[in-house]
């Protein structure tokens, strides 16, 4: 029934504000909350059908156990009070699967009469009356803990617009925050001193339905989602209609007297404006009529709390992420001193108080006083899997609120192309929302679809990232020509089907460097250091990795390829003679495997023919450790240092020598610090491959030895012990040491390292059972010997 018209009324200037558009929001996830619905003036005093019928169509899309109370204010013993409240439906709050409460205000008999006579009271002394009823326990009638422990929706129609605004005032006074406030047509009566429909401090999103066409028509309200209807011509009455029919999207009229014509909802949609900004349906908000304290640029009308104030927590938003984890933002306030506690919970349904909670999903997290201010602060959650609801629950120790997430949000596919060559593409692709279970894949070469395959690869480096492991790929691509081609990557959505693109890239065309190498000096004398430098140039590519120089057919080790595309070996110990220098690179994702030109290395006879020296020999008990050593003055400083002196155990050459016909080739010597061991190698390509490490020092030729059997030579046996955590070597020439070591004490025996020439025919005993690494003592000081002269030393200079 529309009213009629009295001058008691301010009448209101037409608006011409229009349908604002929408930007976008995250949705909210507040479940288990409480929903307020009030009428307006009522001039026949009776309580209007529409408002149960809206409590209904709310009850149906919130859950059957929602309970419907109604509050019955009048002013039947003489003063303004509350006759009753009873529920009306559903089941108690406390133990129902949803939490959810719809608190119908009658206030019929006090609203207003034909006459207007007895418009005695103000939607200002209404508003208190309800508070009590919201804020705290009803017990009576299976209200345990207050309403307002979750989000509030209050919606008003007509004087009903200004009844809300002022019980959200009254919250405001107790900090306590309301999730949407929704004014139908919002129309105080001046004359009794209502006040106008407001947004407040405390209001998170307001929107506002209303026409201004037929009286009394609808106020604007500032910072609002501002509908404006009248080109619907719903009059007064239909605007509270026009809501009705966003919350039952079949309904043909509002359980009342007005009609719902299908043809309100042309655009926007029936399902995409009204009941959609509700918590429970969990539309997308526009941030224009979201308070700017809440991260929106809606505008608000501050009040400063009076009464006790409340902790609040809720605008919860999160991202899900492998391993059941949720990365979650939310925001809180408390508004008085002193500390409030948070903590996070796993529920098997929306209701905080019905004590079926399956774990605590956090610890306490103290949060401090905030005043005015609504923080933003996140956190990472892991749950045991999406059948379960996740809530928030602050608390100062008095008063308490909660917060759930609702349904899940569409995770994001996420991927990765590690290679992407000509010959592979590779890598993998995952969406949280289908969890351990594998997706589909596609490949857009220059913006041709290609065919979708599952990416179901096992990689067990997934798992510590994804939680699985059946989500990785490597296929062979369709064949490409030597042009540059883009390859964009996609991953199809799980619960959309939908595909989405995570990766752009370029296979970028075939242009091979050119690859050479050079050396310092090709005419050097023997010990004379020289530099190789292989190069590429001119590819569409640096090389990454190493490459490989080579004397003739053996490697002479590796060299780094620097960010210029150059890899350099210094070396002095190239048998004189003329040799063939090459390099080989064995390619990466890139550069195709190539090898240089060759160059004629060559080196002069040594000036300094060289003779037989002692090879000593000693060993540390403490250390486990043999030393060899030409170095006769080193031989006897080591002895005052705890080494045993174990004599000669072979002669070798001071310098290059031929004898029957063979050449001498240098014996290298390195050391490493870390493990106080020094290793002895004729493999130019094992020596230059070691000092490229940190930890080894190359100290250059440890005298010279022969390839092959000579004349009165003998084999310089090299074993291994691995064991223990120690990497130890040993060098001998005597055969029984070699074999007993190798049968009894687990060395392994790698073979013949050298021939050194025999001049002590006495066998050396066999070194005791080798420490594990445990046992290794320290090094202290007093233990290192002393700088030593002779003819080691005099060669380190010579290092490259």
């Known amino acids: ?16 504000t229009t349908w604002r558009g929408l930007e976008p929001l995250e949705p909210r996830t507040l479940l288990s909350g409480l929903t ?244 429970i349906v969990g539309g997308t908000r526009p941030t224009s009529a979201i308070g700017t304290n809440f991260g929106g640029s809606g505008s608000r009308n501050n009040l400063t709390p009076t009464q006790t104030t409340w902790p609040n927590i809720g605008n919860i938003s999160y991202t899900k992420a492998p391993n059941n984890t949720l990365n979650v933002t939310y925001q809180y306030q408390k508004y008085s001193a002193g500390n409030a506690t948070i903590t996070w919970f796993l529920d098997s349904d929306t209701n905080p108080s019905n004590n079926n909670n399956v774990a605590t999903l956090s610890g306490a997290i103290d949060v401090a006083s905030t005043g005015s201010n609504v923080l933003t602060d996140a956190t990472t959650l892991t749950t045991t899997g999406d059948a379960q609801k996740i809530y928030a629950r602050i608390t100062d120790g008095t008063r308490t609120r909660y917060a759930y997430l609702g349904a899940q949000l569409n995770a994001t596919p996420i991927g990765s192309l590690d290679v992407a060559t000509r010959q592979q593409f590779s890598g993998w692709a995952y969406d949280a929302d289908a969890g351990a279970t594998s997706v589909n894949v596609r490949f857009d070469i220059d913006s041709v679809a290609g065919t979708p395959f599952l990416a179901n690869l096992t990689r067990s480096d997934l798992t510590a990232v994804l939680g699985s492991s059946a989500h990785g790929f490597s296929i062979t691509p369709p064949a490409m020509n030597n042009d540059a081609h883009l390859v964009e990557m996609y991953v199809q959505d799980a619960s959309s089907g939908n595909y989405t693109k995570v990766v752009t890239t370029n296979v970028p065309a075939v242009v091979q460097p050119t690859f050479t190498v050079t050396s310092t000096n090709l005419t050097a004398a023997y010990g004379e250091s020289i530099t190789l430098l292989a ?134 010597r390195l050391y490493n610090a870390p493990t106080f061991t020094h290793f002895w190698t004729t493999d130019a390509n094992e020596y230059n491959t070691l000092r490229l490490f940190p930890e080894w020092t190359a100290e250059g030729v440890d005298g010279y030895v022969f390839p092959t059997n000579v004349t009165n030579s003998l084999p310089l046996y090299r074993l291994n012990y691995p064991y223990g955590g120690q990497n130890l070597h040993l060098w001998t020439t005597d055969a029984n040491e070699n074999a007993v070591l190798a049968s009894t004490y687990g060395w392994i025996q790698e073979g013949i390292a050298a021939y050194v020439i025999d001049i002590l025919p006495v066998p050396l005993p066999a070194p005791d059972d080798p420490f594990s690494s445990l046992e290794l003592p320290a090094i202290i000081a007093s233990t290192r010997p002393a700088e030593t002269t002779g003819f080691l030393v005099t060669q380190l200079p010579l290092v490259g």
């Open 535 to 668: 190069s590429f140039t001119g590819g569409t590519y640096i090389p990454t990795g190493n490459v490989t120089f080579y004397r003739d057919a053996t490697p002479l080790g590796p060299a780094i390829i620097d960010a210029n595309g150059q890899a350099a070996m210094t070396f002095q110990f190239l048998p004189p003679g003329s040799h063939n220098i090459t390099a080989q690179y064995p390619g990466d994702t890139n550069v195709l495997p190539v090898t240089s030109n060759t160059i004629n290395q060559s080196i002069a006879p040594s000036a300094v023919t060289g003779t037989p020296t002692p090879r000593y020999r000693l060993y540390n008990p403490a250390l486990t450790r043999h030393l060899y050593t030409t170095d006769l003055n080193e031989y006897n400083t080591l002895a005052a240092y705890g080494w045993n002196q174990e004599g000669v155990s072979c002669f070798v050459y001071t310098a290059p020598a031929t004898l029957d016909g063979i050449d001498t080739i240098p014996n290298f």
């Open 36 to 279: 307020v619905i009030t009428h307006g003036y009522m001039p026949l005093s009776n309580f209007p059908t529409w408002v149960s019928s809206m409590a209904d169509a709310i009850a149906d899309r919130a859950g059957s156990q929602t309970a419907v109370y109604k509050l019955r204010i009048t002013d039947s013993t003489g003063s303004l009070a509350v006759q009753s409240f009873t529920k009306i439906s559903g089941t108690n709050p406390s133990s129902s699967n949803n939490g959810e409460a719809i608190v119908m205000i009658d206030w019929s008999t006090v609203s207003g009469t034909i006459l207007f006579v007895e418009d005695l009271y103000s939607t200002e002394q209404i508003a208190p009356l309800v508070m009590p009823y919201l804020t705290s326990a009803q017990p009576s009638v299976g209200i345990s803990e207050p309403l307002a422990r979750g989000p509030i929706h209050l919606i008003g129609h007509s004087r009903g617009g200004s009844l809300i605004s002022e019980i959200a005032k009254n919250l405001a006074y107790s900090s306590i925050w309301v999730d949407q406030l929704t004014p139908l047509d919002p129309h105080p009566v001046i004359t009794n001193g209502d006040p106008n429909t407001r947004a407040w401090t405390n209001v998170v999103f307001a929107d506002n339905y209303r026409q201004t066409a037929i009286f009394p028509t609808g106020d604007s309200v500032n910072g609002a989602l501002d509908r404006d209807l009248t080109s619907l011509d719903p009059g007064h009455d239909g605007v509270h209609a026009y809501y009705h029919g966003t919350i039952d999207l079949t309904a043909t009229n509002d359980g009342g007297n007005e009609s719902i014509p299908s043809s309100w909802y042309i655009d926007p949609a029936r399902d995409a404006t009204g009941f959609y900004y509700s918590r």
């Open 1 to 16: 029934m529309r009213p009629p018209r009295d001058n008691h009324h301010k009448p209101r200037r037409p608006s011409t």
